[in-house]
C-alpha cells in the first residue's frame, strides 16, 4: 500500500460550480462566484476587503507594492518560512530581515524583533507555521510604536484564531493560499485581505492591472484607465468557482482534519514521553486549523533516516524548510538578524506525517508503521531518555 504525503480532496460540488460559472458566459476574473468568495472572506475573517488572487505569492506581491517600499527598505521576518515571504518584497527592493522563531511554536520570536529594528524598517511580515498564530499582541504592540505595518502570511491559516479573532484579520494586510497542498484549495490560488481601510482602493488598481477598472464597474467613473502600478493578479472564475465550493465547506474540512490531527497527537504522546520526539505546541490563546501534523526528532540523521524508512514503507513524509538565511539567494538578497539557531535546528528535526481528508483509513498503518521505525532506539531516541535532557555532546534535547 503506498500512502501519499497528500491527496487533494473535493467537496462535491466544485465541477457543478464550473459549469455554471461557464453556462453563465462568465469566465474572466470578477464574476459571481469571485463575489461570493470575497463576501465569505469578508465575513468570516472580518477583513475590511478580500480580493482574490492566483497564489498566495501574488498577494504577498500585492503587499508589498501596497506598503510602497524602496530599494534599501527592510522587512522583519522569520527565516523558517517559504520563499515567497521574503521573495515579495526582494522585488521591490526591499531586504527581508530575518529573526529566529521560538521553539514552542516555530513562529517569529516576538522579543527578537525589537532589536532588530532600524531606521530603514517599514514592516513586520510573521507567519502562523502550521495554522498556529503568531504573539499577535506584542507584535502589533512593537508595529504601532515604531511606526511599522504588519503583513500576516496566513498561507496555513484560514479558519485558525488567536484571542478569539481569526488569522488574516489582525495585521494590515495578510496573504491567504489556496494552493492543493493547503487547506481550502483552488489548484493554484490565493487572497489579499486588506484589513487598513486606507489601502483598499490603491489594492483593487494594483490587481488589476494599475487601472481603474474596478470602480469604473461599480460606476463610480465614466471611463477606465491606467492610474498607477500594477499586474494581473486576479484568478479566473473557474478558479472562483471551484474555491467557493471548498470555502462554503471548510468548516467540515476542518473538523475532520482536527480529528486526524488529534489521532495523531495521542499516538505521539507516549513517544515524547520516552524522548523520542517532540509534538506540536498549541498556545491556550490559539485555536488551530490542522494545517499539518509535524513531529520534530531529535537530529537530522534520525530525521533523514525516518523519512526514507518510510519511504521505503510506501509512506510520502517530508520536511520543512531550507532555511532562508542560509539558502543561496536568501544570502545575496537578504540578512539574518542575531543567531538563528532554533531555526537550523527545526529545520534539521522537523517532519511533517501525512494529513489530508481520506487519511482516516490508513492513519492506523501510517502510526504503525511509524511507531515501529521509531522504536528501533538505535537510532532514535538514543541520547535524549529522559525526554528533556542534553545529549553527551552538548546538543539542547527539545
Ligand atoms: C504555501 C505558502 C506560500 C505560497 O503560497 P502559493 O499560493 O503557493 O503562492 C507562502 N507562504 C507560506 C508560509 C506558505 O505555506
Not at 41 to 46: A, K, S, Y
Not at 133 to 147: L, N, P, S, T
Not at 325 to 347: E, F, I, L, N, Q
Not at 365 to 378: E, P, R
Request: charge should be negative; hydrophobic fraction near 45%.
Amino acid at each position: 500500500m503506498s500512502i501519499p504525503f497528500n491527496r487533494p480532496y473535493l467537496v462535491g460540488r466544485e465541477l457543478h460550480n464550473i459549469a455554471q460559472a461557464h453556462a453563465d458566459g462568465h469566465l474572466s476574473g470578477d464574476g459571481m462566484f469571485t463575489r461570493r468568495c470575497h463576501a465569505w472572506l469578508e465575513q468570516r475573517i472580518g477583513a475590511r476587503r478580500a480580493l482574490l488572487t492566483h497564489s498566495c505569492t501574488g498577494a504577498l506581491e500585492m503587499a508589498a507594492i501596497l506598503l510602497g517600499l524602496r530599494p534599501g527598505d527592510e522587512v522583519i521576518m522569520p527565516s523558517f518560512t517559504f520563499v515567497s515571504t521574503a521573495n515579495a518584497f526582494v522585488l521591490r527592493g526591499a531586504v527581508p530581515v530575518f529573526v529566529d522563531i521560538r521553539p514552542d511554536t516555530l513562529n517569529i520570536d516576538e522579543t527578537l524583533i525589537e532589536s532588530a529594528i532600524t531606521p530603514r524598517t517599514r514592516a513586520i511580515c510573521v507567519v502562523h507555521y502550521a495554522g498556529v498564530a503568531c504573539e499577535m499582541d506584542a507584535i502589533m504592540d512593537i508595529a504601532a510604536r515604531h511606526g511599522l505595518e504588519v503583513v500576516e502570511d496566513a498561507a496555513q491559516a484560514i479558519f485558525s484564531s488567536y484571542k478569539g479573532r481569526a488569522l488574516g484579520g489582525i495585521g494590515d494586510l495578510a496573504a491567504l493560499s489556496f494552493h492543493e497542498t493547503k487547506n481550502v484549495i483552488a489548484g493554484e490560488g490565493g487572497a489579499l485581505l486588506v484589513n487598513d481601510p486606507a489601502l483598499v482602493e490603491r489594492a483593487e488598481i494594483i490587481r488589476e492591472k494599475g487601472t481603474n477598472r474596478s470602480k469604473f464597474f461599480r460606476g463610480e467613473v465614466d471611463k477606465y484607465t491606467w492610474v498607477d502600478l500594477g499586474s494581473s493578479y486576479l484568478p479566473s472564475e473557474l478558479v472562483a468557482a471551484f474555491l467557493a465550493a471548498q470555502l462554503e465547506q471548510g468548516d467540515d474540512i476542518t473538523a475532520r482534519r482536527l480529528a486526524i490531527w488529534q489521532r495523531y497527537h495521542a499516538w505521539a504522546e507516549p513517544l515524547e514521553a520516552q524522548g523520542v520526539l517532540r509534538r506540536p505546541v498549541i498556545p491556550a490563546a490559539c485555536t488551530h486549523n490542522a494545517h499539518m501534523y509535524y513531529i520534530l526528532l531529535n537530529d537530522s540523521a534520525q530525521r533523514d533516516a525516518f523519512i526514507a524508512r518510510m519511504k521505503a514503507a510506501g509512506i510520502g513524509t517530508v520536511f520543512h524548510y531550507v532555511p532562508l538565511h542560509s539558502s543561496p539567494a536568501g544570502r545575496r538578497y537578504a540578512r539574518a538578524h542575531g543567531s538563528m539557531r532554533h531555526t537550523d535546528r527545526v529545520s534539521d528535526c522537523l517532519v511533517r506525517l501525512p494529513l489530508w481528508i481520506g487519511l482516516e483509513d490508513h492513519q492506523d498503518h501510517v502510526m504503525q508503521v511509524a511507531g515501529g521505525i521509531l522504536a528501533d532506539h538505535g537510532v532514535f531516541g538514543a541520547w535524549s531518555q529522559s525526554g528533556c535532557g542534553n545529549a553527551a555532546d552538548g546538543t539542547e534535547g527539545w
